[in-house]
Nanobody, 117 residues
Framework: QVQLVESGGGLVQPGGSRRLSCAASVSIANTYTMAWYRQAPGKRRDSIAV???????NYAHSVKGRFTISRDNAENTVYLQMNSLKPEDTAIYYC???????????WGQGTQVTVSS
C-alpha cells in the first residue's frame, strides 16, 4: 500500500513563508500528477495546487501567486513553497496523486500549518 508522509508544517506569522514536503513510498517519476490539498477546521478538503508528470502546474485562485508546487522525481517527493501566508491559510495540508479529478492513494496524516501572530 502506498504511503504518503507530509512534513514541514508549524506555526508561522502572517506574511511568513513555509516549505512543505510530501514523500511517497513509490516512484512518482514520469507517471503521476501530484496535488496538494488543504482542509481548514469545519471545511472540506480542497485541492490547491497540481503538478503534472511533465511539470505543468495549476493553482487555486486563493493561493495563486503565493504558493509554488514542485517535484523531485528522484526523491519521490513533492514540495509546496508557501509565501505571504495569511491566517486563512491555516489548515491541515495533504498531498496525493490524482487522475481524472480523483485521488489515487490513501491519505497521509497531513501536516498542520497555523498562521497566526
Amino acid at each position: 500500500q502506498v504511503q504518503l508522509v507530509e512534513s514541514g508544517g508549524g506555526l508561522v506569522q502572517p506574511g511568513g513563508s513555509r516549505r512543505l514536503s510530501c514523500a511517497a513510498s513509490v516512484s512518482i517519476a514520469n507517471t503521476y500528477t501530484m496535488a496538494w490539498y488543504r482542509q481548514a477546521p469545519g471545511k472540506r478538503r480542497d485541492s490547491i495546487a497540481v503538478i503534472t508528470s511533465g511539470g505543468i502546474t495549476n493553482y487555486a485562485h486563493s493561493v495563486k501567486g503565493r504558493f509554488t508546487i514542485s517535484r523531485d522525481n528522484a526523491e519521490n517527493t513533492v514540495y509546496l513553497q508557501m509565501n505571504s501566508l495569511k491566517p486563512e491559510d491555516t489548515a491541515i495540508y495533504y498531498c496525493n496523486a490524482v487522475s481524472s479529478m480523483s485521488t489515487l492513494w490513501p491519505w497521509g496524516q497531513g501536516t498542520q500549518v497555523t498562521v497566526s501572530s
